[in-house]
């Protein structure tokens, strides 16, 4: 069993089954999640028959790692391979007071919306938990690490990196203080596998973080989103892009299933029970397809009584799009138009636009390239 695998029941289930009490699970959950240990041998606490039999029977695989790339303004991505020629990224984007990791849940994407690239690349297969936490897992161990192995080389003893190099983190916490599913992939279409990583997010005795760090982004999956209410309700945040069904059912295809109407029911249910008051809204800012100040209007209509935020993403243009980004003054106009009736909206930042990481630009193609992956590698990084 990769212990990565597993959710905070699903360790404690598995303790349970060689007669190990529930507080072993919880142990180990923080060698794995806090102390971010890459194998049994480094869990000093643990009964060593314990680490003898977790070490015989179980292990810890993190991403095996294709590329780690670092942008002019400090957004770094990972590029992780996951078979079969396939690879999915993770972003890791630091601002002042906070420092954010944009996670994929999917190899490709089933949901085929017209502006995504990895909508175009079609989908391949839904990530596994590890695959997942994985991700958050190795930005923190990477992040954490002042030299970091070059892909390629073997590991090492990482240390610490001095803690003004985040000023936002406090002294053992991790770097990665927020979590967006707003990478590859629709979360909502791979729950099975999302929400026991979101479990492993939240607990307490894993990474911590609150209901209002943990952000997921759906293209509109209905039922799915009752789901989540349900059993993992964290921030919601609904890629929008259109103010009615003739032009989201172009854009969004799920929109012909999902309809707007349905679609705001079920933020108004997800409402009932989310950590956050309101939904975000994101809506991509496509040049003459829905930047129209009737089009603002529009928006403002449709979600009347519906507690929100909107958030404008320029355009991130990418190989073979028939798309262009909305001019600058155009987003501001629509923004305005927007704030002047009521609505919080900011326009997002583009980050990481010169290694590809920003919205929409995450493609995990990576046949017929020559990689030299890092070896599942052991290093410990203090906590
Ligand atoms: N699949 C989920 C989350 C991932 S995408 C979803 O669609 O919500 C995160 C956001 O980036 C979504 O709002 C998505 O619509 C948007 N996006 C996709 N392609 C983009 C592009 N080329 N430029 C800007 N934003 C894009
Ligand atoms: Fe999938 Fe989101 Fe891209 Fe749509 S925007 S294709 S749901 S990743």
């Known amino acids: 069993m990769n212990l990565l695998d597993l959710d905070p029941q699903g360790l404690e289930r598995h303790f349970a089954a060689r007669g190990e009490k529930p507080f072993r699970a919880r142990?180990?959950?923080?060698?794995?999640?806090?102390?971010?240990?890459?194998?049994?041998?480094?869990?000093?606490d643990l009964a060593k028959s314990l680490r003898a039999s977790l070490a015989a029977h179980d292990s810890i695989e993190g991403p095996t790692v294709l590329r780690d790339t670092t942008a002019s303004d400090g957004t770094r991505k990972w590029l992780f391979d996951v078979g079969d020629g396939n690879?999915?990224?993770?972003?890791?984007?630091?601002?002042?007071?906070?420092?954010?990791?944009?996670?994929?849940?999917?190899?490709?994407?089933?949901?085929d919306c017209r502006f995504c690239s990895t909508g175009a690349q079609g989908f391949n297969r839904n990530l596994g938990v590890a695959e997942i936490v994985g991700q958050l897992w190795h930005a923190n161990?990477?992040?954490?690490?002042?030299?970091?192995?070059?892909?390629?080389?073997?590991?090492?003893?990482?240390?610490?990196?001095?803690?003004?190099?985040?000023?936002?983190?406090?002294?053992?916490?991790?770097?990665?203080?927020?979590?967006?599913?707003?990478?590859?992939?629709?979360?909502?279409?791979?729950l099975d596998r999302v929400?026991?990583?979101?479990?492993?997010?939240?607990?307490?005795?894993?990474?911590?973080?609150?209901?209002?760090?943990?952000?997921?982004?759906t293209s509109g999956l209905v039922p799915q989103m009752d789901r989540l209410a349900a059993e993992c309700p964290v921030a919601l945040a609904v890629s929008l892009h259109a103010p009615d069904d003739a032009l989201r059912d172009h854009l969004v295809p799920i929109?012909?299933?999902?309809?707007?109407?349905?679609?705001?029911?079920?933020?108004?249910?997800?409402?009932?029970?989310?950590?956050r008051d309101f939904v975000t809204f994101e809506y991509v800012m496509l040049d003459g397809v829905n930047d129209?100040?009737?089009?603002?209007?529009?928006?403002?209509?449709?979600?009347?009584?519906?507690?929100?935020?909107?958030?404008?993403?320029?355009f991130n243009p990418f190989r073979g799009t028939g798309f262009r980004v909305s001019?600058?003054?155009?987003?501001?106009?629509?923004?305005?138009?927007?704030?002047?009736?009521?609505?919080?909206?900011?326009?997002?930042?583009?980050?990481?636009?010169?290694?590809?990481?920003?919205?929409?630009?995450?493609?995990?193609?990576?046949?017929?390239?020559?990689?030299?992956?890092?070896?599942?590698?052991?290093?410990?990084v203090r906590p």
């Open 27 to 44: 142990q180990v959950s923080r060698w794995l999640h806090q102390h971010l240990a890459g194998d049994v041998a480094s869990m000093t």
């Open 87 to 111: 690879a999915v990224e993770a972003v890791f984007i630091p601002e002042d007071d906070r420092g954010t990791l944009c996670v994929s849940s999917q190899a490709g994407c089933a949901m």
């Open 141 to 190: 161990r990477a992040l954490l690490s002042d030299t970091p192995p070059a892909p390629g080389s073997p590991g090492g003893v990482a240390e610490p990196r001095p803690a003004s190099a985040w000023p936002w983190v406090e002294a053992g916490r991790a770097p990665v203080t927020n979590v967006v599913m707003m990478g590859m992939g629709e979360p909502l279409a791979n």
């Open 195 to 217: 929400i026991p990583a979101l479990r492993l997010f939240l607990d307490d005795h894993a990474y911590g973080l609150s209901r209002r760090r943990v952000t997921v982004s």
């Open 255 to 275: 929109n012909r299933k999902h309809p707007l109407a349905e679609l705001l029911a079920a933020c108004r249910r997800y409402l009932e029970v989310a950590p």
């Open 292 to 314: 129209a100040p009737a089009q603002a209007d529009a928006l403002v209509a449709l979600v009347r009584e519906l507690p929100c935020k909107f958030n404008l993403i320029p």
């Open 327 to 380: 001019p600058r003054e155009r987003i501001v106009a629509f923004q305005r138009r927007l704030m002047d009736a009521g609505l919080v909206t900011t326009i997002r930042r583009t980050r990481g636009d010169d290694i590809d990481a920003a919205c929409g630009q995450l493609a995990g193609r990576v046949k017929n390239r020559v990689i030299r992956p890092l070896a599942t590698r052991s290093f410990a």
